[in-house]
């Protein structure tokens, strides 16, 4: 059974840091690039940030460029999302997406259930 758990959500006031942690196990295939989404009830699912496998392509949503850094260790089967300058507007449930691929396709073949991120102004 695949599982991908996430971790490290709280509340903090804008301006302090968070860093998310998303473990995956079960995951039998070599290879897969991970991504982070967040999602705010009512409104669409955002895509945030993913990286590869080899962590040789990384790319950011340009709402968090500069601030959000994505990283992996493959051993520990773990992926981080460190989030620093946070503004109310990344209030969010952060969701960690297994993708099908070792390059980032945005084809989601596993999600977690989320971590909630609340920022207070």
């Known amino acids: 059974e695949v599982q991908v758990v996430e971790s490290g959500g709280g509340l903090v006031q804008a301006g302090e840091s968070l860093r998310l942690s998303c473990t995956t196990s079960g995951v039998t295939k070599g290879a897969y690039a991970v991504a982070w989404f967040r999602q705010v009830p009512g409104k669409e699912r955002e895509w945030v940030s993913c990286?590869?496998?080899?962590?040789?392509?990384?790319s950011y949503a340009d709402s968090v460029k500069g601030r959000f850094t994505i990283s992996r260790d493959n051993g520990k089967k773990t992926i981080y999302l460190q989030m620093d300058r946070l503004i109310p507007e990344d209030t969010a449930m952060y969701l960690c997406?297994?993708?099908?691929?070792?390059?980032?396709?945005?084809?989601?073949?596993?999600w977690g259930r989320g971590t909630q991120v609340t920022v207070s102004s």
């Open positions: 990286i590869s496998w080899s962590s040789s392509s990384i």
């Open positions: 997406a297994v993708e099908m691929y070792g390059a980032c396709s945005g084809k989601v073949e596993y």
